[in-house]
Each structure stands twice: as structure tokens, then as C-alpha cells.
């Protein structure tokens, strides 16, 4: 029983992640002043790179590294939603148990 309701919850907190990090947030990042300067500068860095005419075989290399590391950055920041979602779930789990106790009727 204690697992069949933890499979519940994974699969809600899998919606809501996947509602959350598609459209949502490419509207909030379209406002973002900080993300969008983010971008900015990856857009020069990009240029800076091509006006060095490496060879195709140092660019693979340069993509794989780039590859892994925002690979890597990707998966961090869907672990760190993943333990804020819970951690808010949990928070307001407790923050519900307090008020019952206070007010059973509530």
C-alpha cells in the first residue's frame, strides 16, 4: 500500500515536472533579463569560437565536452526540482498536520 501511493506521488511529481519545464518556463525565461544576458553571451561565445577555424576534429571535441557539461547541468537542475518539489510537498504536509492539531475542525 505504502509503495502503490509512492508510485502515485512519483507519477503526479512527473507531470507536474514535465508541465513545468516545458512551456511554463520558456514563457518566464523569455521575460528573465538575467537569462536572456545569459544567452546573450553565449551567442558571443559561440562567434568567438567560430572566427578560430578550428579543425572539424578539435570542434568534436569541444562539442562533446559542451555536450557533457550541459548534460550534467541538466541533470542537476532536475534533481534539485525534483527535491524542491518534495520538499514543498512535505512542508506543506506538516504545515496541514500543525492546523489540524490546532483545530480539529478545520
Known amino acids: 500500500m505504502k509503495n502503490e501511493s509512492r508510485m502515485r506521488k512519483r507519477g503526479l511529481l512527473d507531470r507536474i515536472a514535465s508541465q ?3 512551456q511554463d518556463i520558456d514563457r518566464v525565461l523569455k521575460r528573465n533579463k538575467e537569462y536572456r544576458k545569459a ?3 553565449q551567442e558571443i561565445a559561440v562567434e568567438r569560437m567560430e572566427k578560430l577555424e ?3 576534429s578539435h570542434r568534436l571535441i569541444i562539442d562533446h ?3 557533457a557539461d550541459s548534460h550534467c547541468g541538466a541533470m542537476y537542475g532536475e534533481v534539485a526540482y525534483r ?3 518534495k520538499d514543498g510537498i512535505r512542508l506543506m504536509s506538516e504545515i ?3 492546523e489540524r492539531r490546532q483545530n480539529p475542525y478545520f
Open 20 to 22: 513545468r519545464t516545458g
Open 39 to 41: 544567452v546573450k553571451q
Open 54 to 56: 578550428l579543425k572539424k
Open 65 to 67: 565536452v559542451i555536450s
Open 83 to 85: 527535491m524542491g518539489m
Open 96 to 98: 496541514r498536520g500543525l
